[in-house]
């Protein structure tokens, strides 16, 4: 199985700047895409940034311009969200959800795979 361990939250004044970061460890020849989701007391999880395998990302509206999601240039399952010009309504719990894991005996045996969920960062912007 696979290890997700999320880390870089904090507190930061609006217009702040923090860099997420998500780690995946174990098991793991592919990952079809690292995305980043948050969620706030009485809402629904949203979806905020994803990156594929090729690299491609794609953003929620609310954050382009603004947020940047990338991989490490060392370890393609270390992926990280940098989020700039922070405002308040960005507050939230982050996750990092990995679509789509599959070994190398998933992938040569054609498995389907399996979805992951990190445990959370907490991110606070204050006005």
């Known amino acids: 199985q696979v290890q997700l361990v999320e880390s870089g939250g904090g507190s930061v004044q609006a217009g702040g700047s923090l860099k997420l970061a998500c780690r995946a460890s174990?098991?793991?020849?592919?990952?079809?895409?690292f995305n980043w989701y948050r969620q706030t007391p009485g809402k629904e999880r949203e979806f905020v940034a994803k990156i594929f395998r090729n690299d491609t990302a794609e953003y929620v509206d609310a954050v382009k311009g603004r947020f940047n999601i990338s991989r490490d240039d060392d370890n393609v399952n270390l992926v990280y969200l940098q989020t700039n010009n922070l405002k308040p309504e960005d507050t939230g719990v982050y996750y990092c959800?990995?679509?789509?894991?599959?070994?190398?005996?998933?992938?040569?045996?054609?498995?389907?795979?399996?979805?992951?969920w990190g445990q959370g960062t907490q991110v606070t912007v204050s006005s």
């Open positions: 174990g098991n793991i020849f592919l990952v079809d895409a």
């Open positions: 959800f990995l679509k789509r894991i599959r070994s190398y005996s998933d992938y040569m045996n054609r498995r389907a795979g399996y979805d992951a």
